[in-house]
């Protein structure tokens, strides 16, 4: 019997970087998360599944980022970033055997390290997934070995997005991106940001639109699902560390915990909360661990290379006094920190089953590029944790799709304002940094809607002006990404972002006034193309509510 169900969710997102720089910012950012992320990823699921393990995971992976890794742009600058990486190990190599009169054998190693794992990815890339990393996942989720979900198209904050019929063309093109390359209907959705909104002065909420998109349930945040206050040592391992923690008011506990899911109280879509405790254990970079002395340093780079040398030694060890790197230690740690980590799942699905003698839910939700990207040994981690829960506990992991199935919710709620940035709300999107971006944001909103509207009123048929509309909507979409002001506030990459923001508003106004006009330049137009070409699917109809798509009567919800 099991003592109950765990889903572990990994959602996998990047800005759209295709043909919008290398290095800092830029491809460059794509091609480390494929490397260290995406194919390691892959290889885990597809070892497992050879190993006659499926391994379950619910893996969420945005439209925007799907578009990305399936751009053949982008697969062919990847092989050559890769090609790149092991010349540059072969290069340490050589210059870590002839230093001196002896080689220095302990960068000597782990040049050869380098050499042998980034060959390794490259040849999984090109042999083993024929360079189709998101055709690798489809094979899986078609063998029943693990579930996808969708998100909104470009990771759009949904709370603050000013037209309903944005909303629902940000949805709307997230299913119909997901059949495109899935081939079925998605079940799931990563809410951009774990970002709610309840509806309020008669506009629908946030619900609304994922129940009008045909999607059945979402990911939130633990305290959104017991009340309380947010914690504020959460998200504070890889990019998450510069956020002002600036806490919420607090609400009043609901009586409910995460140990099971729940129906929103007016649509039929279901919520998952976070389990805080198990969350904490690897979002943590002061306690949780990724913060283990052993594991690769991150931030530290070769400076003739860029390879990493380095370990993280300790939590206050300056850049300049990092250890070398020791890739078998690491993995000696992966092998305890895995063994604790199923500790903990079992105890606390054990510790509930005891107290209500029901199985209850344990559900984790991280960024995918946390495992491989910023914690370098971190697959490994997961593989682990999967292998020892098949093998030695009676926790059942299951996707999140699965567990719906077999348990059903039995209690309805009502969901707050909320998020998961700092403090639970919304100040990471929106504070004096970037409160300049939205009224650009819903301007153009506003255009793109009334656009559309006499479109289709006129019943258009110039060829050339769809094309325009098109791709209007699709710099809309990526104005509308959340990533820019989350790298404004994070300062990550503050100006690189307002670059990004105002080149997609540029491109927005110059094909509005080809259109205000009635002189659409195709020229110019395929040159817009070229650049931002994702979602060649997208849909000018969705960007028109409809008396069904706007119905907020009983009789649409639950």
């Known amino acids: 019997m099991s003592v109950g169900s765990f889903v572990f969710m990994l959602h996998s997102h990047l800005p759209y970087y295709r043909k919008a720089g290398m290095w800092p910012f830029g491809e460059e950012n ?10 390691p990823l892959l290889n885990m699921i597809g070892n497992l599944y050879d190993d006659g393990i499926k391994a379950k995971l619910t893996v969420g992976i945005t439209p925007i980022l799907a578009e990305q890794l399936s751009d053949e742009h982008m697969k062919a600058g990847f092989e050559k970033w890769m090609e790149s990486r ?5 290069e340490d190599e050589a210059r870590y055997m002839a230093r001196g009169e002896t080689p220095d054998p302990e960068r000597l190693r782990l040049a050869r390290f380098y050499v042998d794992w980034y060959s390794k990815i490259l040849d999984s890339f090109r042999n083993r997934w024929g360079r189709d990393i998101i055709g690798g996942l489809k094979k899986y989720q078609d063998l029943d070995a693990i579930e996808i979900t969708t998100s909104a198209a470009t990771h759009c904050f949904s709370p603050l997005i000013g037209e309903d019929t944005s909303l629902q063309a940000q949805f709307k093109a997230g299913v119909a991106n997901y059949k495109k390359h899935f081939g079925r209907d998605p079940r799931g959705c990563w809410l951009p940001e774990c970002a709610y909104r309840p509806e309020e002065n008669d506009r629908p909420g946030i619900g609304h639109w994922l129940h009008e998109a045909g999607l059945k349930y979402f990911f939130t945040e633990t305290f959104v699902i017991t009340g309380g206050q947010t914690s504020e040592v959460r998200r504070v391992f890889g990019p998450y560390g510069a956020i002002e923690y600036i806490p919420a ?3 009043p506990p609901t009586g409910y915990d995460t ?8 649509y039929p879509v279901a919520v998952m909360g976070r389990h805080e405790e198990a969350s904490y254990q690897v979002w943590s970079a002061g306690n949780g661990y990724p913060g283990d002395g052993n594991y690769r340093e991150f931030h530290k780079k070769d400076d003739i290379s860029g390879l990493h040398f380095w370990k993280l030694t300790s939590k206050t060890t300056e850049l300049g006094d990092k250890e070398l790197y020791n890739p078998e230690v690491a993995i000696m740690r992966i092998s305890e920190n895995s063994d604790h980590y199923v500790g903990l799942i079992q105890s606390a699905l054990t510790k509930q089953l005891r107290s209500t003698s029901n199985p209850g839910l344990l559900m984790v939700s991280f960024d995918t590029e946390l495992f491989g990207h910023w914690w370098f040994e971190g697959i490994v981690f997961i593989e682990q944790v999967i292998r020892k829960l098949h093998e030695y506990t009676a926790v059942k992991m299951c996707t999140a799709s699965e567990y719906l199935t077999e348990n059903p919710p039995v209690h309805a709620m009502e969901l707050p304002q909320s998020s998961w940035g700092s403090g639970g709300h919304w100040q990471v999107w929106l504070n004096n940094e970037t409160e300049w971006m939205w009224p650009v944001i819903e301007a153009a909103e506003k255009t793109m809607k009334d656009l559309v509207e006499k479109y289709f009123q006129a019943n258009e048929q110039d060829p050339l002006k769809t094309r325009a509309l098109k791709q209007l909507g699709r710099e809309l979409f990526l104005l509308e990404s959340s990533d820019w002001p989350f790298l404004v506030t994070t300062a990550q990459a503050k100006q690189y972002a307002v670059e990004r923001f105002r080149g997609h508003q540029e491109r927005f106004n110059t094909i509005y006034e080809m259109l205000k006009s009635g002189n659409v330049d195709e020229g110019k137009l395929s040159e817009i193309e070229n650049i931002d070409n994702c979602f060649p699917e997208i849909a000018l109809e969705n960007f028109k509510l409809t008396e069904s798509s706007i119905a907020t009567s009983t009789t649409t919800k639950r």
């Open 259 to 266: 140990f099971e899911a729940f129906w929103l109280k007016d």
């Open 249 to 251: 008011p607090k609400r």
């Open 30 to 39: 794509v091609y480390e998360c494929m490397a260290e992320t995406y194919v």
């Open 86 to 90: 092991v010349e540059k190990a072969k």
